[in-house]
Structure formats: structure tokens, C-alpha cells
């Protein structure tokens, strides 16, 4: 069974601080896809970053970064110099090379104070 | 370039009607994908579509749900007899075939459905 599990419910911060969201995963697929979603409250899924089992090499984008290890099944996200306009829902997602289905987490509510 | 599109963005319906909803892929894409989000929680797959073939669906797509994509462009969700469990954000998703894209799924801004 594949599974993605954001234990952080929601997470408050102040401007400016930084944030890590964590992701862990179950899959018993050899080939398999991460992601990370952003879901503001307009609603729309806005695709932030894919990654594939087989890389394992850290990825920065600006203020976010991604930490993906195989041995702890985890896929964790970044936000450094957190802003306001960050504040929204984050989803970690997987999905199997044998499927198209994605697996999301339950998502974790992010709160970036001024 | 325009991305999914869905409409319309907001239904209101009784309990026992027939909704349907509407959803317009990128237009390259040859892979459609419906999902059901209740709230606090994270989508949930229902059904998949290449080009107009139907190619897996999620036991949640019950009898009184039904989806279709003639000629492999748009596609519609239609909702029989709905009920007050069928509240949720109904989002579509869909995706290319080329080799960075095959995996990534673009979502719509869903449909937000409403049984009184």
C-alpha cells in the first residue's frame, strides 16, 4: 500500500522565519515520483516541485528547498525568509511508475504572521 | 498558455438533483484526471481518462457518479441523485506525454459543490 503522511496539522510563523514541513512516505514501488503542492485559498493545486526516486540531490528554488532521503522515506520542504504570501495549504504527494493516480498527504496549513 | 480550466467554480444544488460539472485540460495534454477534496483533507483520485478511454476508476466513483471525455478533449463528471455526502471540491488535473511531463499532473481550480 502506497501512503503520505504530514504529521504538522498547521504551523504558525512570523514573517521572516524560516519553516520546514515535513513528508514522510510508504511505497513498496522501486520507481516512484514525489511532489509538492501549494493550495492557496482561491483553492487551485499550484505545482511546486517533482522529484524521482532515483534523485536523491537536494534542490533549491529561491526561498524554497527540498530534502529528499531515501533511508527515511522522507521528502521535507523549506521556506527560508517566510512571507505572508506563503500562507496557504501544503500537500506532499507520491505516485508509482505503475499508476497515475497521485497519493496525497492530508496537507499542512501554513500561517505566516506579519 | 492557458492551463485546466473547470467550470463552473461554484454549484449549489438540493439533495436529488443531478449536478455535472465541466473541465477543459491543457490543451497538449492527453491525460485527464478527477479528484474529490473534502475539507481538511488532501484529494482523493476518482477516475482517469487517456485521450477518451476510461482507464481506471476509484471505488469512491460510485453508480450515481459517471465521467466522459468524448473525442479526448474536455471531459464532464456528472453526479446523480446527489446527496449531502457529495459536498466537496471536485478538482481535475491533467498531463502531457512528453518525458519530463508524463508524471506531472497541472490542476484546475475545481468545482465547489454544495447539497442542501
Known amino acids: 500500500a502506497q501512503k503520505v503522511t504530514q504529521a504538522q496539522t498547521e504551523i504558525s510563523v512570523v514573517e521572516k522565519e524560516d519553516v520546514t514541513l515535513d513528508c514522510v512516505y510508504e511505497?513498496?514501488?522501486?520507481?516512484?515520483?514525489l511532489f509538492w503542492y501549494k493550495q492557496p485559498p482561491s483553492g487551485e493545486l499550484v505545482f511546486l516541485i517533482r522529484r524521482n526516486s532515483f534523485d536523491e540531490q537536494n534542490e533549491i528554488s529561491g526561498r524554497y528547498s527540498w530534502n529528499f532521503q531515501k533511508s527515511t522515506s522522507s521528502f521535507n520542504f523549506t521556506i527560508t525568509a517566510s512571507q505572508v504570501v506563503d500562507s496557504a495549504v501544503y500537500f506532499c504527494a507520491l505516485i508509482s511508475d505503475s499508476s497515475y493516480k497521485l497519493i496525497f498527504g492530508s496537507g499542512t496549513r501554513l500561517l505566516v504572521r506579519p | 498558455d492557458t492551463g485546466v480550466s473547470q467550470n463552473p467554480r461554484h454549484k449549489i444544488t438540493k439533495r436529488g438533483q443531478n449536478v455535472t460539472f465541466r473541465c477543459d485540460p491543457i490543451s497538449e495534454h492527453n491525460r485527464l484526471y478527477w479528484y474529490r477534496q473534502t475539507l481538511g483533507q488532501g484529494p482523493e483520485f476518482l477516475t482517469y481518462?487517456?485521450?477518451?478511454?476510461?482507464?481506471?476508476k476509484s471505488r469512491l466513483l460510485s453508480d450515481r457518479f459517471s465521467a466522459e471525455r468524448p473525442k479526448g478533449s474536455f471531459s464532464t463528471l456528472e453526479i446523480q441523485r446527489t446527496e449531502q455526502g457529495d459536498s466537496a471540491m471536485y478538482l481535475c488535473a491533467s498531463s502531457g506525454t512528453g518525458e519530463q511531463d508524463q508524471e506531472t499532473q497541472y490542476f484546475g481550480p475545481g468545482t465547489r459543490l454544495l447539497v442542501l
Open positions: 511505497t513498496r514501488d522501486t520507481t516512484y515520483y
Open positions: 481518462f487517456q485521450n477518451e478511454a476510461q482507464l481506471e
